[in-house]
């Protein structure tokens, strides 16, 4: 059974920095792409940032560059996301995902997900 348990989330002023932390299990860890997502209220699940095996980042705009930087421990099964900046409009409930294969397709569209933690960030 694949499990990605995601933690770290919380209430924070903005500004503020947070890092989430998505621990897997039930899976070959270094053969799949694991990305960040987040989903705002009333708001479609939105793709953040993914990571190769041997850390290649992907990324698809440069909206979040600079504020938002994924990384992941092979020996830990664990990813990151570490957040500065913080806005209020970041505020969303944040899933970890993992994608068997690398292409936009694949990593936009994951075979696992978590079950999410939420980030709120006050003004």
């Known amino acids: 059974q694949v499990l990605l348990v995601e933690s770290g989330g919380g209430l924070v002023q903005a500004g503020g920095s947070l890092r989430l932390s998505c621990a897997a299990s039930?899976?070959?860890?270094?053969?799949?792409?694991m990305g960040w997502f987040r989903q705002a209220p009333g708001k479609e699940r939105e793709f953040l940032r993914a990571?190769?095996?041997?850390?290649?980042?992907?990324y698809y705009d440069d909206s979040l560059k600079g504020r938002f930087t994924i990384s992941r421990d092979n020996a830990k099964y664990t990813v990151y996301l570490q957040m500065s900046s913080l806005k209020p409009e970041d505020t969303a409930v944040y899933y970890c995902?993992?994608?068997?294969?690398?292409?936009?397709?694949?990593?936009?569209?994951?075979?696992?997900w978590g079950q999410g933690t939420q980030v709120t960030v006050s003004s």
């Open positions: 995902a993992a994608s068997r294969g690398s292409g936009r397709m694949q990593v936009t569209h994951p075979d696992y």
């Open positions: 990571i190769s095996w041997n850390g290649y980042n992907i």
């Open positions: 039930g899976l070959p860890f270094n053969s799949y792409v």
